[in-house]
């Protein structure tokens, strides 16, 4: 029941009328499209899916498939294992070698990456990630002076400043791995570059050595290498001076932290000779550790992996897997979902409205 | 990850208003008073509507983490450098969500103006947008300890393979919705979507 409201003359200037303008916008009339949910929408759209995302899924898993890889855990848990010495063994001051024996079934075309991988390793526990100094890496004195306090306990050395700071860079994976094919009995080592195997914008924008003057030695001298490492950071590599300090790209790599416990980082290149000769030929090769990292008390393993790379990267058939399946399953929706509305659907698009 | 569930199944039940939402044109419900029946009798909010939205918010935080999870595992780029790190795993889940939510909104809005079409293609717009300008070299500079994500978003966005997993997502998110909602439609439909 509505009382219509009049306001009078001559409080008329004052009381505005309540009743909202006659535009589009606020009668809301504006032109509109209106999607409806009908069978012959739907229907289609649900077959349409279906049958792209079969083809889709199947060329990634063919691609996945090409894909070689091989992988060897080295960690040395096994009683008979060529590591086992070391891993019973080794602490964070001594150095153990030991050589794996491994044989390729295939060979290997293009260019190959040799992964080092960690099983059970929590680089996404958060005290760990947040342990580092972002401004320190980046090449800023005061910062290589007075680290940030998320580095504690990793932050100060007999009164020294750590460089790198942080339980991140204390942790960094120090085996080193060498490849060897046995061709007749003689070991001919395999080039493996270094070069490349951080993101380019990692190397030359996130991470930075601090300028000054002369080497790299005289400007950190006045810092503490981290407590786990043998030797401070500006022997990371003293061949190369684009590869030293803190633009080191191991360094880089393993300041990347992994989201998941499982991980593989790239360690080196292996480049393709020509397009004769395979980069990796069939055959016996043998993997020689400098075992220096420590797992076992973590129950973690260590691991080197082979792979080859395509446009999607290593091999991954989760992907292919799922599309292949996401596109059945959409496809056999569509199915019964036109059986349902032939059978029981409400084919009136006019209302029968009681009133 | 359940936050963005929540958010994710809040915004699809019917009980936001956007400027311009209407089912029905107003000549018809004054024709048709018992289209605010199910107002009165509160059918579209009450607490079976809220739980099966939380459900949806469940499944989707759900599939959101663990296609992700799934693709990105033992990935690599196309280089063969890094992927599987944390900052990537993010910026695709962060990219996978923001995209599922429009899709979601786009197929709940039932009455697209052009309002509509500025706010949902201008979210994905701003959302891309601002990724890439926290994502930037130049915030890095002044802020380092703040803006750790440099450059991630213009490595990571360019990867086929994180594409692939943001699209596999929102079709499985998006697909039982409206497939639910079609059988809905077509077997007891409401008197709003007949008239």
Known sequence: ?355 | MVGAGWLQGASQCEWWELVGYRDVPEQRSLQYPKLYEPGQLNLLFNKREFFICIAQGIYTSTILFFVPYGTLADSTRDDGTHMADYQSFAVTVATSLVIVVSVQIGIDTGYWTAINHFFIWGSLAIYFTILFAMQSAGLFEIFPNQFRFVANANNTLVQPTVWFTIILTTAICIVPVVAFRFLKLDLKPRLADTV
């Open chain 1, 1 to 355: 029941m509505a009382t219509n409201y009049s306001p009078k003359d001559d409080e008329g200037e004052q009381h505005k009328s309540r009743k909202p303008d006659n535009t589009a916008f606020k009668q809301q009339r504006l032109p509109a499209w209106q999607p409806i949910l009908t069978a012959g929408t739907v229907l289609p759209a649900f077959f349409i899916i279906g049958l792209v995302f079969i083809p889709i899924g199947i060329g990634l898993f063919v691609t996945s498939n090409n894909i070689k890889e091989f992988e060897i855990d080295y960690t040395g848990i096994e009683p008979n294992s060529p590591c086992g010495i070391c891993a019973n063994n080794g602490t964070w001051n001594t150095t153990c070698t030991c050589e794996v024996h491994f044989r390729l079934d295939q060979p290997f075309e293009g260019n190959v990456f040799m992964y080092y991988g960690l099983s059970n390793f929590y680089q996404n526990h958060r005290r760990y990630v947040k342990s580092r100094d972002d401004s320190q890496l980046n090449g800023d004195k005061s910062s290589l002076k007075d680290p940030s306090k998320e580095c504690e306990p990793y932050r100060m050395s007999n009164g020294r400043p750590i460089a790198p700071c942080g339980a991140i860079a204390n942790s960094l994976f120090n085996d080193t791995l060498v490849l060897y094919y046995m061709d007749n009995g003689t070991r001919k080592e395999i080039q493996l570059t270094s070069n490349g195997i951080a993101w380019w914008t990692d190397k030359n924008v996130k991470f930075r050595n601090p300028t000054g003057d002369g080497n790299l030695s005289t400007i950190f001298k006045d810092t503490a290498k981290p407590l786990n490492w043998p030797k401070p950071v500006y022997d990371l590599d003293p061949t190369d001076p684009h590869n030293n300090g803190f633009i080191n790209e191991d360094f880089i790599v393993w300041m990347r932290t992994a989201a998941l416990p499982t991980f593989r980082k790239l360690y080196r290149l292996i480049m393709k000779t020509d397009s004769l000769t395979p980069t990796l030929q069939q055959g016996n090769y043998t993997l020689h550790v400098t075992y220096n990292y420590p797992v076992l008390s973590f129950d973690g393993r260590k691991r080197m992996i082979l792979s080859t790379i395509s446009w999607m990267g290593g091999k991954n058939p989760f992907l292919g897997i799922a599309y292949i399946t996401v596109g059945s399953i959409c496809f056999f929706l569509g199915v019964v979902l036109l059986i349902i509305h032939h059978k029981y659907g409400n084919r009136n698009t006019s209302a029968d409205i009681p009133n």
